[in-house]
């Protein structure tokens, strides 16, 4: 009787389940979509790594070509083209946006240079400090070079001289001045002091020569700022009383020039 028992294991049981008892049927293979010409390199899809064999694919197309996306890219440059602003329409450049012109910075030093000039109304209307900063720090240096450093009593006289007579002009005119103005006019025509302070490095100005120096450019940078200051404020009939403290302020940048202000030890 152990014979007859069913044994689901077995192939030749009774007990086959039908699925095994039908022959199957061949199906038909998978059909995929082949580019014509059987070239498999004829499409590229986006992430899709280059063949083995080290055929790299061309590039379908750029984002300039697509019409989703407007603007240019910039093509990158050397390194000094980080401090510029060329890529972007529209952006001024980034000296302007700092208030720095040079082409208004060498117009305001002719004027000075050249004081017999007429000077025009309007020449400080764009006013800057740039210029000004720059002559202070060139007549630094050279008072530095020449054995005197005094940096501390340039800021210092230069900031009481520019209050000082920024007060009396807001007092003397109707019209009135900023500020910022009086810095700057004060700060160009230090430029005759600065060649004074140059001329130090190589001659000692404690001497004759150097006292006529000293006298001659005191008188260049108060005719030249005085005449700026009557020509901003419409003062020609009061330029001696402005060209006074002036000078006074400038007598001080020369004494700064002529004298070290350190005690000699005799000997």
Known sequence: ??????????????????????????QEPLQFYSPAG??????NYPGSR?????????????????????GNIQVQGAWWTAFGTGGIEGEPPLLEE??????????????VLNPLRGVDDHI???????????????????????????????????????A??????????PHGIDAYRTAS????????????????????????????LSITSILWCTYAASGIFVAVLRMSDQRLLVAYPVGLLYGCFALLSVFSGRPTLDK
Request: hydrophobic content about 40%; overall charge negative; charged content about 10%.
């Open 164 to 173: 000082s007579i920024y007060t009396l002009l807001n007092l003397m005119s």
């Open 185 to 212: 006019v004060l700060g160009y025509c230090l430029l005759p002091m600065v060649g004074l302070g140059a001329i130090s490095v190589m001659v000692a100005l404690d001497g004759t020569i150097g006292y006529l």
């Open 1 to 26: 009787m152990w014979q007859e028992s069913s044994n689901p294991y077995d192939a030749s049981s009774s007990s086959q389940p039908p699925y095994y008892a039908h022959q199957q049927q061949p």
């Open 38 to 43: 059987g070239d498999p390199s004829a499409f």
């Open 50 to 70: 280059p063949s083995l064999d080290g055929h790299h694919p061309p590039p379908q197309g750029s984002i300039s070509q697509s019409p989703g996306f407007g």
């Open 124 to 162: 400080m209307d764009d006013a800057d400090l740039a210029g000004p900063i720059i002559f202070f720090f060139c007549f630094g240096i050279s008072l530095l070079f020449s054995g005197k450093p005094n940096f501390g009593y340039i800021y210092g006289v230069g900031l009481f001289g520019m």
């Open 98 to 111: 700092l208030g720095i012109n040079f082409q208004h910075i060498r117009a305001k030093s002719l004027t």
